[in-house]
């Protein structure tokens, strides 16, 4: 094997912010940032948007969306559109 091309392999601490969990897992991941676990030792730090602590298919909970459907959206959108035109056009005559 060739030397030095291989990155190395160490502890990081990953933080999942959603869920405001970490972890502890061996990874060759590089980060500039550090910072102290629980246990007082310092580890490189990784943050993490989704993880199996806050995906919804490990959880089992479901995230309340706020939009409105797709077609709902649309007729919303367009409820007027058809009847719009027709005040103008009687208006111009």
């Given at each position: 094997m060739k030397?030095?091309?291989?990155?190395?392999?160490r502890t990081v601490l990953f933080h999942d912010t959603a869920a405001d969990v970490y972890f502890l897992i061996g990874s060759t991941v590089?980060?500039?940032?550090?910072?102290?676990?629980?246990?007082?030792?310092?580890?490189?730090?990784?943050?993490?948007?989704?993880?199996?602590?806050?995906?919804?298919m490990?959880?089992?909970?479901?995230r309340k969306t706020t939009t409105e459907g797709r077609i709902a959206g649309f007729n919303k959108r367009f409820a007027t559109f058809g009847s719009t035109g027709k005040k103008e056009t009687a208006a111009a005559q």
């Open positions: 030397p030095d091309i291989h990155p190395q392999y590089d980060t500039d940032r550090t910072q102290q676990h629980t246990d007082g030792t310092t580890y490189p730090y990784v943050a993490l948007d989704v993880s199996s602590a806050s995906h919804p490990y959880t089992g909970q479901q």
